[in-house]
């Protein structure tokens, strides 16, 4: 059950990437963040207690969104533009 409900927007473009290995789809003007958590109950795992994140602060300031993309970089989710194609993983440690 996903984290967030889309109450706005919601006729927008779809946007579709590839989270996890799995086909998901966002909205035009989604963050990477608001996208993951429309379709997923959490971000990833706590790099220490395992226990769910969904980001803090939401403005790039806490580190708590790190997501890795294909090409290997690490991006803060809740400053990153969804982009069509993007291949998207979560996790600690994880590598595209
Ligand atoms: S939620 Fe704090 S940096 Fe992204």
Excluded: K
Aim: include cysteine; hydrophobic fraction near 35%; proline fraction near 6%.
């Amino acid at each position: 059950m996903p984290l967030l409900y889309r109450v706005a927007r919601q006729n927008e473009v779809p946007i579709r990437f590839m989270l996890n290995g799995r086909p998901c789809e966002g909205r035009r003007g989604d963050t990477l963040l608001s996208a993951i958590l429309t379709v997923e109950e959490q971000l990833r795992p706590s790099d220490f207690t395992q226990e769910p994140r969904a980001g803090f602060c939401q403005m790039s300031a806490c580190q708590d969104c790190w997501v890795t993309l294909q090409n290997g970089d690490r991006v803060r989710a809740c400053s990153t533009p969804l982009a069509d194609g993007m291949h998207v993983m979560t996790g600690a440690g994880e590598t595209a």
